[in-house]
């Protein structure tokens, strides 16, 4: 099954908000030959966007290849929460990694997070960056663990943006009764995912990147250089760039055994006008402490944008909307009848640790994905770390690169239906509060 045309249409933006809302953009050309370049970047999301600016920027000759459009994948569609630390919880880093290392991973998260809030400043993105993004338990005992996570933060880290919640204060933050406090960390952010990928586009061709959509590529020749084969040419290429996420398909098997597709849904509800107030009190995001996490915040027009509900197939379900509506309704009963204006799902990737997996392919072809719903930042900062190790400053992606990458179980016939297992698992214990 081919994932680019499962649930949507060729060159075509799925239905959302974020695309309703999404600022003005021309279509870029098909390839329509062969040519040459430095380096050629293979998908169109937050992580080719970033490491094709860097690289123009950089003096390289630079192509993006894209099958649909720009920003057309994950990062179009995303819950547009620019989070904290890596996905992986800083404990669990230390223990995996070592102390070293782990710091190390802290210092690059914060990076991935100020150069998001750079671009957009430099590149002066319109895509409604604010402060603030809660998470929050769904019990007292979640509560403390998010408590002492957050004084982890403090007294290892130095990290001074969180503000802890107790229930009386996360229900003044948010009027839930679902939610029995967590923390409001004020250094992490939420934006508009689609138009920051425009924006990132356009910054890309102002350098001088040459932006190929609806172009597909069909396979790689890894040679010296490499040649990228599409339907309609190819590109000849001294290096290459993966930045295909959930859409790798078999372009390279080796990082298609770590890295999983899945997908995950979105609704935005008609205008609250007034009752915004009865789902939260600041414009910021919020996340819970689900394993299947709802996510929500307030649109620019008073929206709520909610996002949750599993789904184990590749097809999105027929009625994105009911799917959405049955956590959102959990969270927020009084919501039980609100008409949802637009809803949508999109596709992602997760690794077994939920830590993104960066990777040589080969001696001149470097791969970045898996971020596992941390995406906005840590991808648009794997583009910018892939772009400063081909210039021979390796050092950021060596780091990562050494976080272990376990190949998920029962290769390629089998993975899928453990993973239904496992996720089945684990959204029945949501349900049970385990």
């Not at 290459?240 to 509800?269: D, E, H, Q």
Request: with cysteine; proline share 5%.
């Amino acid at each position: 099954m081919n994932l680019l045309y499962s649930n949507d249409r060729k060159g075509e933006y799925p239905a959302s908000w974020y695309a309703a809302t999404a600022n003005p953009m021309d279509r870029f050309p098909e390839l329509p030959e062969d040519i040459k370049t430095d380096v050629c970047v293979v998908g169109g999301g937050y992580t080719g966007l970033s490491a094709a600016l860097h690289l123009a920027e950089a003096g390289f000759d630079v192509v993006l290849l894209e099958a649909h459009r720009v920003g057309f994948g994950a990062s179009g569609r995303n819950g547009g929460q620019l989070g904290s630390a890596q996905r992986m919880d800083q404990e669990d880093l230390e223990r995996l990694v070592g102390d070293a290392d782990a710091a190390k991973l802290w210092d690059l998260a914060e990076d991935a997070k100020d150069l998001v809030k750079s671009l957009i400043a430099r590149h002066q993105i319109a895509c409604d960056l604010k402060p603030g993004i809660a998470v929050l338990g769904l019990s007292r005992s979640e509560q403390k663990e998010l408590h002492d996570h957050a004084g982890h933060l403090s007294e290892r880290y130095g990290y001074d943006q969180i503000e802890l919640l107790d229930e009386n204060a996360g229900h003044v933050l948010c009027p839930s009764l679902a939610y029995k406090g967590g923390y409001l960390d004020m250094g992490a952010a939420h934006l508009h995912p689609l138009n920051f990928a425009l924006g990132l586009a356009k910054a890309a061709v102002k350098a001088g990147v040459r932006i190929y959509e609806s172009t597909e590529v069909t396979g790689i020749d890894e040679t010296q250089p490499a040649v990228i084969r599409t339907s309609n040419g190819s590109v000849r290429a001294e290096h290459v760039i993966l930045a295909c996420n959930g859409y790798l398909g078999n372009l390279n098997r080796n990082v298609s055994s770590r890295v999983m597709p899945i997908n995950n849904f979105i609704a935005a509800t008609e205008p609250l006008g007034s009752d915004a107030a009865r789902v939260l009190a600041q414009d910021v995001a919020v996340a819970d402490t689900k394993f299947v996490v709802n996510y929500f915040r307030l649109s620019a027009d008073g929206r709520l944008l909610f996002g949750g509900g599993e789904s184990y197939g590749y097809r999105f379900p027929s009625n994105i909307a009911a799917k959405v509506r049955k956590p959102m309704t959990e969270i927020f009963p009084h919501l039980h009848d609100v008409k949802i204006d637009y809803a949508w799902g999109g596709t992602l990737a997760i690794t077994m640790r939920r830590m993104p997996y960066l990777t040589r392919v080969a001696p001149n072809i470097l791969s970045a994905s898996g971020y596992s719903g941390h995406g906005v930042g840590t991808a648009t900062h794997a583009g910018q770390l892939m772009a400063m190790a081909i210039q021979g400053q390796a050092d950021g992606f060596d780091t990562m690169a050494r976080v272990p990458a376990l190949p998920f179980p029962g290769g390629p016939a089998l993975r899928n239906p453990l993973l239904v297992l496992a996720m089945t698992w684990f959204a029945l214990r949501d349900r049970l509060g385990v």
